[in-house]
């Protein structure tokens, strides 16, 4: 009876999965984050410019960075700039011009931009008018203040150069350079992208000791009613049980990070439809954390059926960024483990 409710609930929640993942090609964007990009010499490589990419950094003060990207004539050019919410109410303002063959020399540029010879460059403006837009996968919010979309008149290798517009306060900041039109991610990319989303919540300006804060208060309290209830639990539960009430709490508590997010997210932008995409990825983060954490506390035997569940039940929670991948993990191996105790 465990495995069959467990199949229909898995099943539940894969549906909700797929829908909210359904959107990502709208949204989507691997991140990256480069440093010593300094000098166009040390220029950060775009290696697939089609690929839709968000390059998260922070510009130094007095200084300006350079992107590279190989390009053949008329492909699709496809470059943004972002800033966070803070960033924009402090009055940060980055600014951008693309640099390559068969481009005209524009506006006049600051010394500190380096122009190979033989190639031209197009200013690309930006402005303050933008109003703070949700990103739902994160979730978090941005300000886009400058894009440009245009087709390469020429192939060979293309620069951006990024630096900071002199109504800019002058100390430099955070922004991020989303390039590109194709969403699509890498195996690599989607498991690590729990970890690259505590990147981004610094990059928005959050400390980064407090962005994990409900992932240990929720182990903190599965731990401690592990300890009051040990008497009781200890008897019937065996390793399989341990994984799974362990890993429940990691991909539970992955859940209660994205609301915080989501929660933090309503407070500056005005909610949207796209709020659904982030309320259906809670919704299976934290389904699939009680199912766990419920399956290991009755400590029931688990039959095939249960075990393949609870393995599946692993995958998903992988693909819905949930657990920082030892929670995953701790469901499909514990999945694996014997049902008794050694020499039991």
Do not use: C
């Not at 481009?103 to 460059?121: R, Y």
């Not at 978090?140 to 990024?162: F, H, I, N, W």
């Not at 498991?191 to 208060?217: A, C, D, H, N, R």
């Amino acid at each position: 009876m465990l495995g069959r409710r467990g199949l229909i609930f898995l099943g539940a929640m894969v549906s909700v999965l797929m829908l909210a993942l359904s959107s990502l090609p709208a949204t989507g964007h691997s991140p990256a984050f480069p440093s010593s990009n300094t000098s166009i010499e040390t220029a950060w490589e775009v290696h697939d410019p089609s690929k839709s990419w968000a390059i998260y950094t922070t510009l130094p003060e007095g200084k300006a960075h350079y992107y590279k990207m190989d390009l053949q004539k008329g492909d699709r050019i496809l470059i943004n700039l972002i800033i966070p919410v803070k960033e924009h109410e402090r009055g940060f303002l980055p600014v951008m011009t693309l640099i390559g063959p068969g481009l005209t020399a524009g506006q006049a540029l600051p010394s500190l931009i380096e122009v190979p010879d033989g190639l031209g460059h197009v200013y690309v403006p930006s402005d303050h008018d933008g109003d703070p837009e949700f990103e739902p996968f994160s979730p978090g919010t941005y300000v886009k203040v400058s894009s440009l979309d245009m087709d390469a008149p020429e192939g060979g290798t293309y620069y951006v150069a990024v630096w900071e517009h002199p109504s800019s306060p002058g100390k430099g900041g955070n922004y991020a350079f989303p390039v590109g039109f194709k969403e699509s991610f890498t195996f690599e990319e989607i498991v690590l992208i729990p970890f690259s989303l505590l990147k981004v919540y610094v990059w928005e300006g959050q400390e980064q000791s407090l962005t994990m804060l409900p992932m240990v208060v929720m182990l903190i309290l599965g731990f401690f009613v592990f300890l009051w209830k040990r008497y009781e639990l200890i008897p019937r539960m065996r390793m399989l049980h341990y994984s799974a009430y362990f890993a429940g709490l990691l991909i539970a508590g992955s859940g209660l990070v994205t609301t915080v997010q989501l929660i933090r997210s309503v407070m500056e932008v005005p909610i949207d439809g796209m709020v659904l995409v982030t309320l259906s990825i809670i919704f299976v983060q934290i389904g699939i954390g009680v199912y766990l954490v419920r399956s290991g506390y009755t400590g029931k035997k688990m039959t095939t059926a249960a075990r393949a569940v609870m393995f599946l039940m692993g995958i998903v929670a992988l693909l819905a960024w949930a657990g920082y991948i030892i929670g995953p993990a701790m469901a499909m191996i514990g999945s694996l483990l014997p049902a008794e105790r050694r020499g039991g």
